[in-house]
C-alpha cells in the first residue's frame, strides 16, 4: 500500500505560540497512543520557527520539514537555506515548486527540479508540487500542462531518484481560495499523473504517494481519500489550527483503515 501523506503548510504564517500548541497537542496524542501510525503526518513551518517545532516534536511520529530550499549546499546566497541546514534543524522534508514560488518567484521546471535533487541529496523527502491555472483548465489543458511539468523535472530528476520523493498535484485556481477541485477532477489528474510516470517505470508509479491540494479541509478529505489514485493531501490554510489539522490526520487514517 502507498505511504498516506497529511502535510500542513503553513505558507508565511504561524507564532511560536503555534509552534507550542502543536507540540503540545502531538505529544498528548502520542502518550495517549492516539497519533495513526499508518499516515504520515508533516508540517511545514516557516523555517525560522523549523528548530523549535522539530525539537518539541522529538519521540512523535509527526515529522517537519521546510517550503523551500536552495539548490546549493551553501555560498554566498543571501536570504536562502541549503537542505543540510533543513536537516539539521531537525526537518526530514521540504516542498519543491509550490505554485507561490512559481508565480511570485518564477521558479522554473529546471530549477525545480534541481531543488528535488538538492533535497535528496541533502536527504531529505521533497514534495515536487505541479498544477494548472484556471486559465488552463478553462481552456481544457490541465492534463497537458501538469504533464509537461512532471516530464520537465523528470529530464533532470529521473524516474527512479523522484521515487525517492512524493508528487503534489495542486491546481492554482483551488490553492487559498475555498473552491476545490472535485474529487473526480482530482482523480482524474492524479491518474493521468501515474499514468505518464507508468510510461517510464511501472513500479515507481503504482509506488509513488500522491498528494492533492487545494482547499482541503477536515469536511472534504474524506471524499478524496476515496479516490484511488489520491494517496494524500496538502493542507495550507486549514493547518493553521491544530484542532482541525488533527481532525483532518484522524479523518484520513479511518479512510486508509477501511481501504
Ligand atoms: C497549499 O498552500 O499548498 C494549499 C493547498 O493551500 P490551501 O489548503 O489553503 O488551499
Known sequence: ?????????????????????????????????????????????????????????????????????????????????????????????????????????????????????????????????????????????????????LNTALQTIGIKRLAAGCVAYEPVWAIGTGQTATPDQAQQMHHSIRAALGVLDESVAQAMSILYGGSVNEKNVEAFFKRRDIDGVLIGGASLNVEQFVMIVDVVAAAVASR
Open 1 to 149: 500500500m502507498r505511504q498516506a501523506v497529511v502535510a500542513g503548510n503553513w505558507k508565511m504564517h504561524g507564532t511560536r505560540q503555534l509552534v507550542a500548541e502543536f507540540v503540545q497537542k502531538f505529544i498528548d496524542r502520542q502518550q495517549l497512543g492516539a497519533e495513526p501510525s499508518q499516515v504520515q503526518t508533516v508540517i511545514l513551518p516557516p523555517v525560522g520557527f523549523l528548530a523549535e517545532l522539530s525539537d518539541g516534536l522529538r519521540g512523535t511520529h509527526l515529522a517537519t520539514g521546510a517550503q523551500d530550499l536552495h539548490t546549493h549546499s551553501k555560498g554566498a546566497f543571501t536570504g536562502e537555506t541549503a537542505g543540510s541546514m533543513i536537516r539539521d534543524l531537525g526537518g526530514s522534508w521540504v516542498l519543491t515548486g509550490h505554485s507561490e514560488r512559481r508565480q511570485y518567484q518564477k521558479e522554473t521546471d529546471r530549477q525545480i527540479a534541481n531543488k528535488f535533487v538538492a533535497a535528496l541529496d541533502a536527504d531529505l523527502c521533497p514534495i515536487l508540487c505541479v498544477g494548472e491555472n484556471l486559465e488552463d483548465r478553462e481552456a481544457g489543458r490541465a492534463e497537458q500542462v501538469v504533464t509537461a511539468q
